[in-house]
């Protein structure tokens, strides 16, 4: 059973950044998709990010359009985690972010976190 959980949360100014972190246990970051997801209060979960299983091959990870050019999803196998660096952050991107493993499309997955809230306000 993969178990995840997120770290790196909290509130930040518009245009300001954070690096969320996805500790992984029970199983291997490197060894299938993992990605983020997010919701908004009101909103369906909303797809973010996703890095496929190793090796890494450049331009093989994917975002969704309304956080490409400011989010970055990277893997650290060695710490068996997943990153997401979220830079020039803005209103519309608050909200509960979750971590993944083991995607179906970008829709659903088989695991999750418990999710850590960003809240982007001046």
């Known amino acids: 059973q993969v178990q995840l959980v997120e770290s790196g949360g909290g509130l930040v100014q518009p245009g300001g950044s954070l690096r969320l972190s996805c500790a992984a246990s029970?199983?291997?970051?490197?060894?299938?998709?993992m990605g983020w997801f997010r919701q908004a209060p009101g909103k369906e979960r909303e797809f973010i990010a996703q890095?496929?299983?190793?090796?890494?091959?450049?331009?093989?990870?994917a975002y969704a359009d309304s956080v490409k050019g400011r989010f970055t999803i990277s893997r650290d196998n060695a710490k068996n985690a997943v990153y997401l660096q979220m830079n020039n952050l803005q209103p519309e991107d608050t909200a509960v972010y979750y971590c993944?493993?083991?995607?179906?499309?970008?829709?659903?997955?088989?695991?999750w976190g418990q999710g850590t809230q960003v809240t982007v306000s001046s």
């Open positions: 029970g199983g291997a970051v490197s060894s299938v998709t």
């Open positions: 890095i496929p299983a190793s090796p890494w091959v450049p331009g093989s990870t």
């Open positions: 993944a493993a083991q995607l179906r499309g970008r829709a659903t997955a088989d695991y």
